[in-house]
T-cell receptor, first 120, second 112 residues
Framework: ETGVTQTPRHLVMGMTNKKSLKCEQH?????MYWYKQSAKKPLELMFV???????ENNSVPSRFSPECPNSSHLFLHLHTLQPEDSALYLC???????????????????FGPGTRLTVT | SQQGEEDPQALSIQEGENATMNCSYK?????LQWYRQNSGRGLVHLIL?????REKHSGRLRVTLDTSKKSSSLLITASRAADTASYFC????????????FGAGTILRVKS
């Protein structure tokens, strides 16, 4: 148990559906992340939030829409996905980088168990 | 391009043996981290080594860092079947804050 929970753990959705992934951390962190892990590919950073502000969007298609209402919760809203979007979606949290613009040294990240997403 | 690249891609050893995994990266870093992932699960942080450190220990883990060669190694001593997992290095690109870039990982299998 890392202190980061994700729901649902498994999700099957059609290409026309709209669904949301939820992440919650109980560690008092101020930075949260979404990653995508596809088979045989390195972990891909999607979004970073520092103190509820988005500081990184790694050229993610607009069919993925993140939301961070507070430092403990992070959502990933999904709509009109493609089959190639099927993957394990991981949420993580950490201490926030305190320098201007969120730059500076990185901290260890705590990951949730992931949501296994299948797009049919 | 990818910051961290692990070598070997896969490693199979007998229980009790040592396992060594290597990571190379391309740009300057503030620190380098190693993570473990059991099949289909989230990653677990193992160890963080700062750019001014050369070696760090945590239990059966030993990490070295050579910034002149832009490389790091993770040694797991006296391996156990429970160590079977994928191992990733991650680097922060020397000032990109919380933006970590992960390598493709080494798949370790420990046979009992």
């Amino acid at each position: 148990e890392t202190g980061v929970t994700q729901t649902p753990r498994h999700l099957v959705m059609g290409m026309t559906n709209k669904k949301s992934l939820k992440c919650e951390q109980h560690l008092g962190h101020n930075a949260m992340y979404w990653y995508k892990q596809s088979a045989k590919k390195p972990l891909e950073l999607m979004f970073v939030y520092n103190f509820k502000e988005q500081t990184e969007n790694n050229s993610v298609p607009s069919r993925f829409s993140p939301e961070c209402p507070n430092s403990s919760h992070l959502f990933l809203h999904l709509h009109t996905l493609q089959p190639e979007d099927s993957a394990l979606y991981l949420c993580a949290s950490s201490q926030a980088s305190v320098l201007a613009g969120g730059l500076g040294s990185s901290y260890e990240q705590y990951f949730g168990p992931g949501t296994r997403l299948t797009v049919t | 391009s990818q910051q961290g690249e692990e070598d070997p891609q896969a490693l199979s050893i007998q229980e009790g043996e040592n396992a060594t995994m290597n990571c190379s990266y391309k740009t300057s870093i503030n620190n380098l981290q190693w993570y473990r992932q059991n099949s289909g699960r989230g990653l677990v942080h193992l160890i963080l080594i700062r750019s001014n450190e050369r070696e760090k220990h945590s239990g059966r883990l030993r990490v070295t860092l050579d910034t002149s060669k832009k490389s790091s190694s993770l040694l797991i001593t006296a391996s156990r079947a429970a160590d079977t997992a994928s191992y990733f290095c991650a680097t922060d690109g020397g000032g990109d804050g919380n933006k970590l870039v992960f390598g493709a990982g080494t798949i370790l299998r420990v046979k009992s």
